[in-house]
């Protein structure tokens, strides 16, 4: 199959392959400390948010996009439901102070994560102290915590476990803190047919919902943002399919211009296609 086709189709990487490579090269200790073995969803801060043998891969590609798109350093970041920092690890280190701002109610799963990646939780981690980042806990998508404008927003896997309103909700939020240049991502699983398109309303997990193009769009359009299709980085590919099947879109408050590197790459696959 070829790569494009791989993307069209959307076929996902054979888990119980990718679980196996990790076995290989990992110690048995070290596999029950990362909970390679625990299913998605699980009371682990790996497994926590997403298949925890490819936490390292998904917080990477989440950081690569993010570059890809031109964030630099000094930019002002805000990771929506962050977790347990799968790319939070990443983002804060890279950036300068007061720039990573995080949202994530179950502070159990971030201080665990942060222990995890920076040996003590959010209140005593020197890297945290050090980096000045914020947090703030709430359910409402209330990101008051960053006290203005951001310029890149990731909301990685929030739109696969969200009803309409709360999706509607989500992107009118990610409107009021962006400004006219602030470039937001939102991952969320497509579906092609309207009757798989999810119209109940709550919070799903770790059971995932999808939603087709035109009501994905729809929910941007009605908050003001214009969205677009794109890509992963290539890391995404494997032989044997998608590391993930979660489809970034970015969402901006004016046309979005792709810089050089993002057409080069998305004209390899699907191109970035106006969704609204
Ligand atoms: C699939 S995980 C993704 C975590 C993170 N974005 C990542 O890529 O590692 C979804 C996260 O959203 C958090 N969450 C649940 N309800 C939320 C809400 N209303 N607002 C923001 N985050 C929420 C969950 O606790 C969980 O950590």
């Known amino acids: 199959m070829s790569i494009s086709d791989q993307l069209i189709t959307q076929r996902r990487a054979e888990p119980a392959k990718m679980r196996e490579e990790m076995r290989q090269v990992l110690t048995e200790k070290e596999q029950q400390t990362l909970g390679i073995n625990m ?3 699980s009371d682990h801060p790996r497994a ?12 990477a590609m989440q950081f690569q996009l993010l570059i890809d798109l031109g964030m630099r350093e000094n930019h002002k970041f805000l990771d929506v439901g962050c977790g347990s920092l799968r790319l939070g690890r990443l983002a804060i280190n890279y950036l300068l102070e007061n720039r990573y701002f995080g949202l994530e109610p179950n502070v159990d799963i971030l201080n665990r994560g942060c222990e995890m990646h920076f040996g003590a939780d959010i209140e005593k981690s020197q890297v945290i102290a050090k980096k000045k980042a914020t947090f703030a806990y709430n359910t409402d998508f209330d990101f008051s915590l960053t006290g203005g404008p951001v310029d890149f927003v990731f909301a990685q896997s929030i739109a696969s476990h969200t009803g309409p309103a709360m999706t509607l909700k989500l992107l009118k939020a990610i409107a ?6 602030t470039v937001s991502m939102v991952t969320y699983i497509r579906c092609g047919m309207p009757s798989k398109s999810n119209t109940e309303e709550g919070w799903f997990y770790p059971e995932c919902v999808t939603y087709t193009d035109q009501a994905f769009g729809a929910f941007a359009r009605q908050a003001g943002l214009h969205a677009y299709r794109t890509v992963w980085p290539a890391t995404n590919i494997r032989e044997d399919g998608l590391v993930t099947t979660q489809h970034p879109t970015i969402l901006t408050k004016r046309p979005w211009k792709p810089r050089l590197n993002q057409r080069m790459t998305a004209s390899l696959f699907e191109g970035i296609q106006k969704i609204n």
């Open 176 to 181: 009021d803190v962006s400004h006219d240049d």
């Open 39 to 41: 299913g998605a969803g």
């Open 48 to 59: 926590w948010v997403g298949p925890p043998f490819i936490y390292d891969l998904l917080g």
